[in-house]
Each structure stands twice: as C-alpha cells, then as structure tokens.
T-cell receptor
Framework: GEDVEQSLFLSVREGDSSVINCTYT??????LYWYKQEPGAGLQLLTY?????DMKQDQRLTVLLNKKDKHLSLRIADTQTGDSAIYFC????????????????FGKGTHLIIQP | DAGVTQSPTHLIKTRGQQVTLRCSPK?????VSWYQQALGQGPQFIFQ???????QRGNFPDRFSGHQFPNYSSELNVNALLLGDSALYLC????????????FGDGTRLSIL
C-alpha cells in the first residue's frame, strides 16, 4: 500500500535553513503537499508540487522533488521561532477516479525544533 | 472569507455511544474530506463527499458514516464508540473542478471514556 516516511525530529538554529525530508512509495502520486501543524491547531497548507515539476519556490519555502527516488524535501530559509511546528508531507493519487483532490496519505510528521 | 469551520471543538463520550461531528467548508468549496488524527500520528483519511455522495473511502469500518448537505456542509457520524476512536477529527474542503489543494479546519477533539 501507499506509505509516506519522514524523520520524527529536526533541530536547527534560528536564522539557519531547515531541510525536512520525505520519501513516498506510490509511483502514481500526482500531487505532493507540505502542511504545518501548530499545537492544538489544524493543518495549514504551506505549498504543493505537481509530479511533473522538479522544484517550486514560494518566498522562504523551496520544495524539491526527485521523482526517480520518490524523495521530496522542504527547505525553509532563515528559520524563525514561529516556524516551530510539526510538518507533514502528504501525497494524493489521481488514479482513483480521474478528478478532484483525492484523499491524502500523510507521513507521521517532522517536529521542527528551533534553537536560539 | 471564512475558512473551514468545525463543531464542536471538544467532545467527551463514553464507550458504545454515538457521536456526530459537523463541518462547514471554505466559501466556494464543494468537496469535503474527513480525517482521523491519533495522538502523535499523521492524519488518516476516512472518506470524501462530493455532490452529496461518498466519493472515496479509506480503511475505516462501517461504524464511520457521513453525510453532505446541499449547502456542501458535512457531518461525520461514529457509532458504537471504542476507546481507540479517541482522536482529533479533521475536516478538509476543496474545489473539485480545479483540483485545489485541501484546506483544513482546526478539528474536533473527541475523547472516549
């Protein structure tokens, strides 16, 4: 079945770049997403990338996709204390019914810890 | 522009009871998906509703059922509650036509005693 793997923790110094990695197994994944979850809150969509793209940049966020290795990464430049949260990688498979945003498969999340 | 809203915020039930959770999608969205997030885990997909019908379902038993109303809002019903149903239940909405990414609400925290 589909599986999404992430490291559980990442610790970085404030001002450095953070790189959160994710691997997935479903070769038919068409969209890959990054969500952020702060304590006691729901999921905030950060960015997403279509499987025919290699890279996407949005302000401090850069997403890299290596489709051959089924590896996705999220780079956060100039990491701030407000970036402290759990980051989830998720994938969807359009093959299900040919349309729409299908049910997502999530990893267990990476806790990003910011050191002063 | 209101985002996805869920009610109630917290709920406490006992084993064997039934519960109904509610979700209003983001303005302009027509598709609602439900997820269960156990403590320390990523969200697990329960099912998705579009045009008032269940369009896709994850690996959850029939005790989990849902409904979508003509105004696109949705309910999640869980019967015969088990201790293992304790979790954060998240609703997400999207627009089917343009394959928009799913936007999540803040969830309902369900505790089973």
């Amino acid at each position: 079945g589909e599986d999404v793997e992430q490291s559980l923790f990442l610790s970085v110094r404030e001002g450095d770049s953070s790189v959160i990695n994710c691997t997935y197994t479903d070769s038919s994944s068409t969209y890959l997403y990054w969500y952020k979850q702060e304590p006691g809150a729901g999921l905030q969509l950060l960015t997403y990338i279509f499987s025919n793209m290699d890279m996407k940049q949005d302000q401090r966020l850069t997403v890299l996709l290596n489709k051959k290795d089924k590896h996705l990464s999220l780079r956060i430049a100039d990491t701030q204390t407000g970036d402290s949260a759990i980051y989830f990688c998720a994938e969807s498979d359009r093959a299900y019914s040919g349309g729409g945003a299908d049910g997502l498969t999530f990893g267990k999340g990476t806790h990003l810890i910011i050191q002063p | 522009d209101a985002g996805v809203t869920q009610s109630p915020t917290h709920l406490i039930k006992t084993r064997g009871q039934q519960v109904t959770l509610r979700c209003s999608p983001k303005s302009g969205h027509d598709t609602v998906s439900w997820y269960q997030q156990a403590l320390g885990q990523g969200p697990q997909f329960i099912f998705q509703y579009y045009e008032e019908e269940e369009r896709q379902r994850g690996n959850f038993p029939d005790r989990f059922s849902g409904h979508q109303f003509p105004n696109y809002s949705s309910e999640l019903n869980v019967n015969a509650l088990l201790l293992g149903d304790s979790a954060l239940y998240l609703c997400a909405s999207s627009l089917m036509l343009y394959r928009e990414a799913q936007h999540f609400g803040d969830g309902t925290r369900l505790s089973i005693l």
